[in-house]
Structures are given as structure tokens and as C-alpha cells.
């Protein structure tokens, strides 16, 4: 599968289901696919009269209650207030750990990335983060990362936070915290347990037959292509778009 509308529209409902029960979702400012999942869930949960779901979209006028952008959202989580965020990187290895800086020895990097930013801090105090990376491959997928712009896990500190999962266009993994290491849980359409092992640069534990990730439902698709369609446009204008025009 490529990135068409289908597996877009199957990966933005993978992270609702991923989110289920949380309060309060907080979403970077490029990522309109989490942000997506985050206002599918809010969706279900008013239609189904469950609790109500907190969106904070960094640089979103509707959909963020914040207005110090990044600083409250660190102080949100410094206190507790913040139940599910989303990373990636770069690079992100079979223990979690994400590179946000570069390819190569740092410094000398032969590619350089954005930089970690607040990644560290939010991936330690956040108790459940998704990793998330549409490429799936072994250079995104390594046995260890070059740079560790954020630790999965720091024995010698206590922590609340870490990774609860990793989404790929390919795959979902879930995240042991215990053993540091991730198991599959589930294939997305189109690709088989060999492919994953294949095309992952890192070891993982899996079952004898991964079972086939689902594909959203009738209602689930109807909420996608209107009202998620339409609350995402004010924040991410090209990927609504690129979603309509896939119709």
C-alpha cells in the first residue's frame, strides 16, 4: 500500500483505537495524521456519550487551548495533565529510543533532522506515547539509533513516561516496557509477517500468525470523510485536501 486516502484513513483510525480512554491528546504542529486519529476518538466518544476528549494542537487556532504554544504544553505535562502524545524520528530502534538529530557520528552527521526539541522531556513525562513513522524500513527502523534525541526508557530515573506503541504504513508494533523491546501486534492490509521481518531493521517478538490490522468501518469512514475531514482542514488545509481530492 501506498500513501493513498485507504491507508491514511486505516492508520488515522489504528490511532484512535490506540488512544481509547484517554483525556487529553496533545499533537505537534506537522502531524495531521495523529492529529486525525485524536479527533476521530473525540468524535466516538461524543456520539457514544463517553468522556470528553482534550485536543491540543500545537499552532491550530480551533483545536488548541493553549496560548503559549510549546511552553504550556510542557507545564501541562510537567504536571500530569497530558495522557497521550505522538513521536517519531529519523531513526527510532528495536528499544524505543528515537533520533530527531542526524545519520552518522554526531556531530559530523551526514544528514542533519530538525532537532530534538522538547522530545526528551515529553517522551519521559507523557505515559503514553506513539511512535509513529509512515516510512517503514531499515533505515528508519534501526538496531540502534546514531544520536538518542529521546531514551525509551532511563532505569536509573523514575519515570511516567514512554512508548506504548509503533505505527508504520506497514505495521503496528506494541512496546514491552519491561523487556524494552517491541512485538507485533498486527499487519496492515497488503503485507505479510515476512515482509515486516524483512523490511525492519531491528529484532521484535511476534506471534505465529500477526492477525490483519483492521480497515475502518462504514460509520467510522463516514465520520473520516466529513466531520474529521472538515475539523482538520483549519490546521493541515493540503493534507484535507489531498484526502478530498482522493475521493
Not at 513521536?87 to 559530523?108: E, K, M, R, S
Request: proline share 8%.
Amino acid at each position: 500500500m501506498g500513501a493513498t486516502r485507504e491507508v491514511r484513513e486505516l492508520l488515522i483510525a489504528a490511532i484512535a483505537d490506540l488512544l481509547d480512554g484517554v483525556r487529553h491528546v496533545a499533537v505537534g504542529a506537522s502531524s495531521p495524521i495523529p492529529a486525525a486519529g485524536a479527533m476521530l476518538l473525540r468524535a466516538r466518544n461524543e456520539i457514544s456519550g463517553k468522556a470528553p476528549v482534550r485536543i491540543s494542537i500545537l499552532g491550530s487556532a480551533r483545536h488548541n487551548f493553549f496560548t503559549s504554544g510549546a511552553v504550556e504544553l510542557f507545564d501541562c505535562a510537567a504536571q500530569g495533565r497530558v495522557d497521550a502524545f505522538f513521536l517519531g524520528g529519523g531513526q527510532i530502534d528495536g528499544h524505543g529510543n528515537i533520533n530527531l538529530v542526524g545519520a552518522g557520528d554526531y556531530p559530523a552527521s551526514q544528514v542533519r533532522w530538525p532537532g530534538s526539541f522538547g522530545s526528551a522531556y515529553l517522551y519521559h513525562l507523557v505515559p503514553r506515547v506513539i511512535l509513529f513513522r509512515e516510512e517503514h524500513s531499515p533505515r528508519a527502523l534501526v538496531p540502534k539509533v546514531d544520536f538518542v534525541s529521546a531514551a525509551a526508557s532511563t532505569p536509573e530515573v523514575p519515570r511516567r513516561g514512554g512508548p506504548a506503541a509503533l505505527l508504520t504504513n506497514m505495521a503496528l508494533f506494541d512496546f514491552d516496557k519491561e523487556r524494552a523491546r517491541f512485538r507485533l501486534r498486527s499487519v496492515h492490509p497488503g503485507f505479510s509477517a515476512a515482509d515486516i521481518r524483512d523490511r525492519t531493521g531491528f529484532e521484535y517478538d511476534a506471534p505465529p500468525a500477526p492477525p490483519v490490522t483492521p480497515y475502518p468501518d462504514t460509520a467510522t469512514l463516514s465520520l473520516l470523510r466529513g466531520r474529521i475531514l472538515d475539523e482538520i482542514t483549519e490546521t493541515y488545509p493540503a493534507f484535507a485536501r489531498s484526502m478530498g481530492e482522493a475521493a
